[in-house]
Each structure stands twice: as C-alpha cells, then as structure tokens.
C-alpha cells in the first residue's frame, strides 16, 4: 500500500556545494526535515526516545544541478535556505517506485541506483518480493505530494509460546 504525504512549511536548506567536471557548473545538495506523522511511524511514537526507532524526523536530500550564475545570481551559499534566495517555496518530494534508474559513466560503464536498505539490518526493502527505490528532487509545486511504498515486514519474527499445561491446584 503507498501513503502519500506532503510537508511545505519546512525550509529547504543548500548543506553542500559540490563541484563537477565542468567548472561552470554545480551540484547542490539539499536537505529538508520534516516531522513525520504519528501515523506513519507508530512504533516510533510510542518508543520515544528509543534510537533509530522513536526518531520523529524524516531527513530529505536532494541534489540540484546549477550554473555558476545561477549560484552568483541568487547568492547561493552552504546553509542557505532555498526558498527564501529564491523568493519562492519549494520543497523536496520523496517518490518510491519499483523502477531503479540506469545511467551510463563517462568511462562507458553502466551505473544503477541501489534500492531502499533497513539502516540498522542492511536488510533490502521490497514490497511483495519487488525492490523500492527512493527518488527525492526538488519541486516548486506545493501541491506535490510525497509517494511512499510500504515495505514487507519480512524481518519481524514473531515467537509463539505455547502454555504450560494446566495442573490441577488443590484449594
């Protein structure tokens, strides 16, 4: 089942600027954190404090290609918020799908996306024996909403005691 989301009053930071092979052009790195709802992390909620678990906090990263202009222009620097360089919002969408992206290096070689991984088991998430892959890009559109996947629970070992048998207790 997918749950959409969708969170636009939290700021778009720049964390990193990184630079490529051409050195007119950049990468920024982008990063937002959105409260998750209680709905989406019940285990979180009521593990509170609990780490990796009851953390209420999604950390987005995205990463924009821009011009040397484009950074000069806007005045674009680390821990800059984006919206507000831009005199617009934006936000950063998560969209899960089962599709993974394919790319070819400049050396020939063919590159592709890893799939969505359990950070404390390592365990690759899939739905239905399928992979997720997690895409996150920038939008304008406050409208846009986040697409989530949820995933199997093929970790979670459930162990069934079975009871003693009775004795019959004299009273």
Known sequence: MSETQNNSTVEVVVDQILSTSNPDIFQLQLRQEVEKPVES????FF???????????????????VSGQFIT?????????????LGRECQLIVT?????RVWTNKDGST???????????????????????RNCEL?????????YIEHDKVGAIQTVVAPAE??????
């Open 111 to 133: 590159g592709e996306q890893s799939p969505k991984m359990n950070p404390s088991t390592q365990e690759v998430l899939k739905k239905n024996g399928r992979e997720i892959f």
């Open 96 to 100: 899960e799908t089962f599709s993974k």
């Open 47 to 65: 593990l509170q404090g609990y780490p990796g678990v009851g953390d209420s906090i999604e950390k987005r990263v995205a990463f924009q290609t």
């Open 166 to 171: 009775a004795e019959a207790l004299s009273f």
């Open 41 to 44: 992390n019940m285990l979180g």
């Open 73 to 85: 222009e806007y005045e674009i620097e680390e821990d800059t918020n984006l919206g507000e360089a």
């Open 139 to 147: 939008s304008f559109d406050m409208t846009a909403e986040c697409t």
